[in-house]
């Protein structure tokens, strides 16, 4: 898996609208970006992912650059709940393991 | 409901004793999975599992062995433990080993592992 690398934290307020960056400039043609959240004392979560164009689900939006080089994970609206370290990872190819780095710690505050 | 239950959730051994790692997935996965997760570190990768076949082993040890008597099932024995081995042991499974499109992987709550 190629790396990739996110600030080490941010910090936001209930409310407001969380810009998450991952940059990743070696991606290959076949990787997906894959956006995983974890709290302490449970195991990852799923968030989203996307190979090209943006996507969305309930939890967040994902945007990707149009040179894929770099993507951004949008939570709309985070609540303490969303406070979390957040992990971008790249993953492609048959057989290729998920592999997580230190992520980005996200807090939020009331 | 969870869907895929490890236990028991917490886990206390002595030096030298053996454990097993309880993990079943309820949905209906081809491949499963596990990671380990020392305190302050990444995840970090160790097993994959296939059709309850091993694919990948990224442990060393020969003391970690995952068991697969059911294709919904994953355990995994550690057999002379030492401190190092303390750790939270996550299981994880996906539809298939192949990765596509919509072959997301999903963790359980782990199994915290203390060896004294």
């Known amino acids: 898996d190629a790396k990739t690398t996110q600030p080490d934290s941010m910090e936001s307020t209930e409310g407001e609208t969380v810009h998450l960056p991952c940059s990743h400039a070696?991606?290959?043609?076949?990787?997906?970006i894959y956006w995983y959240r974890q709290v302490p004392l449970q195991g990852p979560e799923y968030v989203t992912h996307g190979l090209q164009q943006n996507t969305t689900n309930s939890m967040a939006f994902l945007a990707i650059a149009s040179d894929r080089k770099s993507s951004t994970l949008i939570l709309p609206h985070v609540s303490l709940r969303d406070a979390a370290v957040y992990h971008c990872?790249?993953?492609?190819?048959?057989?290729?393991?998920?592999?997580f780095g230190k992520g980005a710690k996200l807090t939020v505050s009331p | 409901d969870p869907k895929i239950i490890q236990k028991p959730k917490y886990l206390v051994a002595v030096t030298g004793s053996e454990k097993i790692l309880i993990c079943e997935q309820y949905l209906g996965h081809n491949a499963m999975y596990w990671y380990r997760q020392s305190a302050k570190k990444p995840l970090e990768f160790m097993f994959s599992?296939?059709?309850?076949?091993?694919?990948d082993n990224q442990t060393a040890s020969s003391r970690f062995q995952p068991q697969s008597s059911k294709k919904n099932h994953l355990d995994l024995q550690i057999t002379a433990l030492k401190p190092d081995d303390s750790a939270t042991y996550f299981c994880a499974s996906s539809q298939n080993r192949d990765w596509g499109s919509q072959n997301t992987l999903y963790f359980g709550a782990g199994t915290r592992l203390s060896v004294l």
């Open positions: 990872i790249l993953r492609g190819g048959t057989g290729s393991k998920l592999s």
């Open positions: 599992y296939s059709y309850q076949k091993l694919m």
């Open positions: 070696t991606i290959s043609g076949n990787e997906y």
